[in-house]
């Protein structure tokens, strides 16, 4: 079965003080590993998409990393405003296209 | 702004009762997605439309159901409503790449 987990379920972080998320997946020919971003009570916001085993993406303070079996978001010295839930979900090879998520990741920056 | 529009944002119900959300897709997307999130499950895929046509269907109950008319917006028909089935719902649209997987802000249904 298709699944993926996220840890840890929520981070508490300093401003400035570097972390790094996880996910966890299991899927049948994966054709895509997404992140995205959800601030409370609105829609996931884009930020990621990766294909392979090796890839890396960056956007500001954010850089994704993917293994075979899972995927690694870095924030880098992280600003009160990054805090949301980071959602991590993958696009199984076979589906039609529908994404499978993680429960997601609630960081919390504090000044 | 998405691009992807969701209406109405909130509502508010009774158990028992018929409630109709609706989606518009990003200009130029065929394929419609129709999500669930409540507190303790995460996001879960209901049903996925593309230009009109039922094209997968996740988790989605049987007092559900949804359709797409011929301008592409989608229209997601929840009925015998039960207190479980307040939640977020988000529809997505895509036009087929990995890129282009956009969601919208949802709508928020309470069941009282």
Known sequence: EDQVTQSPEALRLQEGESSSLNCSYTVSGLRGLFWYRQDPGKGPEFLFTLYSAGEEKEKERLKATLTKKESFLHITAPKPEDSATYLCAVQAGGSQGNLIFGKGTKLSVKP | DSGVTQT???????????????????????SVYWYQQSLDQGLQFLIQYYNGEERAKGNILERFSAQQFPDL???????SLELGDSALYFCASSDGSLYGYTFGSGTRLTVV
Do not use: M, Y
């Not at chain 2, 508010?12 to 065929?30: E, K």
């Not at chain 2, 917006?73 to 009925?79: P, R, V, Y």
């Open chain 2, 8 to 30: 109405p944002k909130h509502l508010i119900t009774a158990t028992g009762q018929r409630v109709t959300l609706r989606c518009s897709p990003r200009s130029g997307d065929l």
């Open chain 2, 73 to 79: 917006h989608s229209e997601l028909n929840l009925s």
